[in-house]
């Protein structure tokens, strides 16, 4: 194929994407910059400059206090209900939004690990791969060394994922708890994640999802798949903005008895009875801990009617022709200078990223990011293409990898 076939293509693509539309909507996707970051974190809507702005005049400014009462004590579970109606396919309820990914999944880890030991003494293992996302592997680590566990790690290709004979043959009578991430940060691969709960349930262990790389890029559906546990960013695939709070998603039959550590006053049964002692309010209040970030929870909103309105599967299709186009691409162009995918090549194992690596691509990053191209680099010699649905146009994924092309044939050189 000719390097023009490659634009006939991708004009053909964006010709024919019925989400086509949807990149005007956020901030500076008019200009000539391409954005393969969209995973680590999002492009602002449009509409939230707005939305901002109004909440400080009209909300902050105009209710003071009184909005705590009107709406902002609130917004952690109106929130948590439309991130698991539009993006994790969890009934209202069982979805927060609260502290960022790093607290929440300490807080729900330990609750669960603790619930189970105490189920049976026996089961004392932490489950977690050697290539999960390291707040997760160092969250595991501690947990084990604070409440006398043990962790049993699974070892995993860089360029694949957990797949279910790797975690059968990790899991037993002696495991508690399982954590893995349902899309691999830095592989992109997809799991299985239904077939994986059953087995970790089979073994009797709960399960913990990280849902980091996939909450807004890939469909989730927490009840129907039986997830006890997920976790998920904010401030990537859903646009919150930097430092956005986390979400977290419990099960309604695990609620009465896991009991978080954080115990805080946000988290007791009466909020403003300030009563003596901590009492767990019943269902997803209980955990919380402290003042909700209602800063931090605007952002997302505009990202999470996007979605609704585009529905989650609409948004898949359109990732994966992205990622499809994405490794054409890259054969094409990249593979003559010596660089591989690092990715899984068949769809249905690969989330919203492609990895590509070479030895430049450390160096590489930085001459890209200098000429207005932002993907990212993760060890080892892996650049990440991650391609945002909503904000992403094929012809940008054309561009961004024909600069990745002149770069890495300069240093190479
Ligand atoms: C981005 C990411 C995190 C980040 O956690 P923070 O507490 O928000 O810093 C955690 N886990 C995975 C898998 C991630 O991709």
Not at 136 to 141: F, P, T
Not at 171 to 198: F, I, K, M, Q
Not at 207 to 230: K, M, Q, R, Y
Request: charged share 25%; hydrophobic share 45%.
């Amino acid at each position: 194929m000719s390097t023009e076939a490659l634009d006939d293509e991708a004009s053909r693509l964006d010709a024919a994407d019925p989400l086509r539309d949807r990149r005007d909507l956020f901030v500076g996707a008019e200009g000539p910059l391409v954005y393969f970051d969209g995973n680590s974190l999002g492009r602002p809507p449009r509409a939230t400059a707005e939305r901002l702005a109004s909440f400080v005049r009209d909300e902050w400014g105009g209710r003071l206090i009184r909005g705590w009462d009107e709406a902002w004590m609130d917004l952690p579970f109106a929130i948590g209900d439309t991130i698991g109606r539009a993006a994790i396919g969890a009934a209202p309820g069982q979805t927060i939004v609260g502290d960022s990914t790093t607290v929440l999944l300490y807080k729900l880890l330990r609750a669960a690990f603790d619930a189970q030991r105490a189920a049976d003494p026996a089961r004392v293992e932490i489950v977690v791969d050697r290539d999960n996302f390291p707040t997760d592997r160092y969250l595991v680590e501690g947990i084990a060394a604070e409440r006398g566990g043990r962790v049993r790690w699974i070892d995993v290709d860089l360029r694949a994922g957990v797949d279910a004979p790797a975690l059968a043959a990790a899991v037993g009578p002696e495991t508690a708890v399982v954590l893995l991430s349902h899309v691999a940060y830095r592989s992109g691969y997809l799991t299985d994640a239904a077939s994986l709960t059953r087995i970790a349930h089979d073994a009797g262990a709960l399960i913990v999802w990280d849902l980091c790389h996939s909450a807004g890029s890939v469909p989730v559906e927490a009840d129907a798949w039986e997830f006890d546990i997920a976790v998920g960013c904010t401030y990537k695939y859903l646009n919150g903005g930097p430092g956005s709070p986390a979400f977290a998603y419990v099960a309604e039959h695990h609620h009465a008895t896991l009991a978080q550590p954080v115990q805080g006053w946000m988290g007791a049964a009466d909020v403003f009875a300030m009563g003596p002692e901590y009492r767990p309010a019943a269902g997803m209040r209980r955990f919380l801990s402290g003042t909700p970030p209602v800063l931090g929870m605007l952002a997302m909103q505009d990202t999470l009617a996007m979605i609704e309105d585009a529905g989650i599967q609409a948004i898949r299709e359109k990732s994966v022709a992205l990622t499809d186009f994405a490794l054409r691409c890259a054969d094409e162009l990249l593979a003559p200078l010596g660089v591989e995918v690092a990715s899984p090549r068949d769809a249905a194992l690969r989330g919203g990223h492609v990895t590509l690596s070479h030895p430049a691509m450390r160096e590489a990053t930085a001459r890209l990011w200098e000429q207005d191209v932002i993907p990212d680099y993760r060890d080892p010699e892996g650049l990440r293409i991650g391609v945002s649905p909503l904000s992403t146009s094929f012809a940008e994924v054309l561009a961004g990898l024909r600069a990745v092309e002149a770069v890495v044939a300069g240093l190479a050189s």
